[in-house]
């Protein structure tokens, strides 16, 4: 089993405005390859995410601009399942991408924010924020420094296989269905046949908004016999 991670620090509220890389590189349960740079975005700094992450204009001054450093980051990326915690260093990466006229890298995406939400009830609906997941599971790190926010997320994806018995081909399929089905629903789907005798049999019933409870309780309160309607 091998995937990478990957996180990037930036110096303004742009998400193209990347100026820290880092990617951690995992095979067989191990930490293999640690990778971090700064990066030379070619923007202003933010007071505010420089409260964050440390980082200000000083510190890059000499070092590379993001295509300096491009043919490195695909060598670790291309052909990979590559694993971020949450959405804002896929979105960070591709923006910066189309910002320099680069080519796409080809790999496979894993969001562990969203492995943790179907791996452990507790985080399935709030607190699966990077820094209270690694806290709540033990894991040490230094947050906001990419390489360690990267090296935290790898660390989670390995114990929510371990836990729950979850292969990593199948988390990048667990990943597609609602939180709280089955690992053997279909992606996308909280399907049941239903009761024959029950009021919604034969009908599609589709939930949307704010549920009280997850979706594929609902359905199956939907396909019981005895479910009352209004």
């Known amino acids: 089993m091998k995937f990478v991670a990957i996180d990037f620090e930036t110096a303004n509220s742009s998400l193209d405005s990347i100026c820290q890389i880092g990617v951690v590189v995992f095979a ?8 971090q740079t700064l990066i030379d975005p070619d923007d202003y700094f933010d007071g505010l995410n420089v409260s964050i992450h440390g980082i200000e204009k000083k ?10 450093v491009f043919e490195r980051l695909c060598d670790l990326l291309v052909g990979q399942v590559v694993i971020h915690h949450t959405a804002f260093d ?4 591709t923006r910066t991408i189309e910002k320099h006229g680069l080519r796409e890298i080809a790999c496979q995406w ?4 969203k492995v943790v939400r179907r791996a452990w009830p507790e985080f399935a609906r709030n607190g699966y924020g990077l820094a209270n ?3 709540s ?3 040490d790190f230094t947050h906001h420094a990419a390489q360690e926010d990267a090296r935290a997320a790898g660390e989670i994806l390995l114990q929510a296989i371990r836990e729950t018995g979850i292969t990593l081909p199948d988390w990048l399929i667990r990943v597609t ?8 629903d279909s992606p996308g789907t909280c399907a049941r046949n239903g009761d024959p005798d029950g009021p919604l049999f034969g ?3 589709v939930f949307t908004g704010a549920l009280c409870l997850p979706r594929h309780q609902m359905a199956d309160l939907a396909g019981r016999k005895n479910t009352f309607v209004v």
């Open 90 to 93: 896929k979105v960070a990466l």
């Open 133 to 135: 997941v690694a806290q």
């Open 177 to 184: 269905k609602p939180i709280g089905s089955s690992p053997h």
């Open 137 to 139: 599971l033990g894991i």
């Open 110 to 113: 894993l969001d562990t924010a």
């Open 203 to 205: 009908e599609i019933v």
């Open 59 to 68: 510190h890059v001054m000499g070092a590379p601009s993001f295509p300096d």
């Open 28 to 35: 067989d349960a191990c930490l293999a390859e640690t990778w």
